[in-house]
């Protein structure tokens, strides 16, 4: 992780989340991904912070969960984010990481281990439910089965338990608010070594 400088679309989204930071569900947001055969997918997920240095997002997911398999195949995936309160939307194209518990990178293993222990207990049993996504069997349907789960250790993540990372290339903002309305593209410029952003206002 290298120390980068605040992407310029960061203030506004801080912003946004301190005004919205009444609405628990200000911090939910759309992630969209690609499946294998084309064919979008999308979501509901919690955003979880920014990784610290950088301009990622942090996100949690279970490795057995298909949108996982489908950033092996492609890892270009999209957040869309409205705000009730002040009434604007973000968009954020990027490329998204999965860091499992075999990743090579020991930093984002341990930023891995660090969102680990912020979860509560509710949160962190769901890594030790049956698979996502397979049938239900009549056992695990059953609700005592549920409930019975202990809660895991509060320390090491299980080995399902994934960080999701979503590194934006191109951000448009769209604020409702206005008349006219506005919009501004930000864009991440891949050719200069450092990060370094281009904004541009343009038509809503
Ligand atoms: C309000 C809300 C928050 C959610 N938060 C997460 C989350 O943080 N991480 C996650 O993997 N799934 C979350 N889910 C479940 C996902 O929307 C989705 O059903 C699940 O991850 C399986 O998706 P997939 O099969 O496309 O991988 C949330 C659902 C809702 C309704």
Known sequence: MSDIPLAPWRSPLARALHRNRSLVYA???QLATVRSDGRPANRTVVFRGFLEL???LKFIAD?????IDQIWVQPWGEVCWYFPKTREQFRLLGTLEAVAAEHPNHALLQARR???RELSDAARVQFAWAEPGIARSETVASETVA???SPPDAAEPLPNFCLLLLNPTQVDHLELRGDP?????YSKDS???REAWAVQTINP
């Open 27 to 29: 911090r939910y947001v």
């Open 54 to 56: 950088t301009n990622q």
């Open 63 to 67: 490795t057995r969960s298909q949108k």
């Open 114 to 116: 660090n969102l680990w």
């Open 147 to 149: 409930i019975e789960i």
């Open 181 to 185: 309305q506005n919009r501004y593209f």
């Open 191 to 193: 050719e200069a070594g």
